[in-house]
């Protein structure tokens, strides 16, 4: 993207890629591969751990196993894309928040971690109140705690994006895609492209633009949703079910 001082940058949240460096730097193009694997296991150690008081160590484990191994999201782990990630701050964030006689200590780091799921992910802010729901046995300090410091992560995070180019969120920016012929990394003499080609994410009128055409893709949506082109809910729900039991 084009940041608000006429520099490029990378348009997307910079949490993953910084994260994913130090793998690479480790373990080679590997260590997307390694990053990913140890996020997966995460959301797989959240759902042994919530399942276990109920049903025991052994099937929880099973269980948790099985949602891993036999879900459609085995198959990101080999590509260098932050979606899994995200799942595994959210996970552990969620569980550190909710989970029974935690303290203080385990609220704070889960609302460490969720603010940083917002500065990769903002429209999961919207999954806040449920939170606080989920925490309402508490005090009201331990939800109060959560949000605060979810929301102190999440500037501190914006503020990086707003010093480096100048936009709020790291989504913000006029953005573009470089094409395999377009001389890049830099090199000299190289012109950015078309202003009018580019697209800015916030823009008003782009946005009503973008919410009216996505109408016009509701039907076949809703189809890939019940039969799918891979996991569909009809096809998929009677596999995950039997999985369960």
């Keep these: 993207k084009e940041g608000s001082n006429g ?6 949240p910079p949490l993953y890629g910084v994260t994913a460096a130090v793998f690479y730097g480790l373990f080679g193009v590997n260590g ?4 990913n694997s140890l996020c997966l296991f995460l959301v797989a150690l959240v759902a042994a751990r919530s399942l276990a008081p109920c049903f025991g160590d ?18 990101w782990v080999p590509v260098p894309h932050p ?25 704070l780091a889960g609302a ?17 109140p449920f939170i606080v729901l989920a925490m309402g046995w508490r005090a009201w300090r331990a939800p109060l705690l959560f949000c605060g410091v ?25 953005r573009f895609y470089v094409g395999r012929h377009m001389p890049f990394p830099l090199e000299a003499g190289w012109q950015l492209p078309y202003r009018g080609q580019l697209s800015h994410l916030f ?35 009677p596999v995950a079910l039997l999985l369960l039991v």
């Excluded at 997307?32 to 990053?35: A, K, M, N, Q």
């Excluded at 979606?83 to 609220?107: H, I, Q």
């Excluded at 979810?150 to 006029?174: E, H, K, R, W």
């Excluded at 009128?205 to 569909?232: E, M, P």
């Design 7 to 12: 520099g490029l940058y990378y348009a997307k």
């Design 32 to 35: 997307f591969f390694v990053l």
């Design 58 to 75: 052994g099937w929880a484990t099973a269980a948790a196993a099985g949602f891993v191994l036999f879900s459609p999201f085995v198959i």
């Design 83 to 107: 979606d899994l990630f995200v799942a595994a701050l959210l996970a552990v964030s969620c569980f550190l928040a909710v989970r029974a006689g935690g303290g203080y200590k385990s609220t």
């Design 112 to 128: 460490v971690l969720f603010g940083a799921v917002l500065g990769e992910k903002p429209p999961f802010l919207l999954l806040l």
């Design 150 to 174: 979810s929301l102190l992560t999440f500037m501190a995070l914006s503020s990086i994006n707003l010093l480096v180019d100048g936009n709020l969120l790291a989504y913000q920016g006029n």
């Design 203 to 237: 823009d008003t009128g782009q946005v009503i633009l973008a919410l009216l055409s996505n109408i016009t893709l509701l039907g076949d949506k809703l189809a890939d949703f019940l039969v799918g082109r891979q996991t569909g809910i009809l096809p998929y729900f």
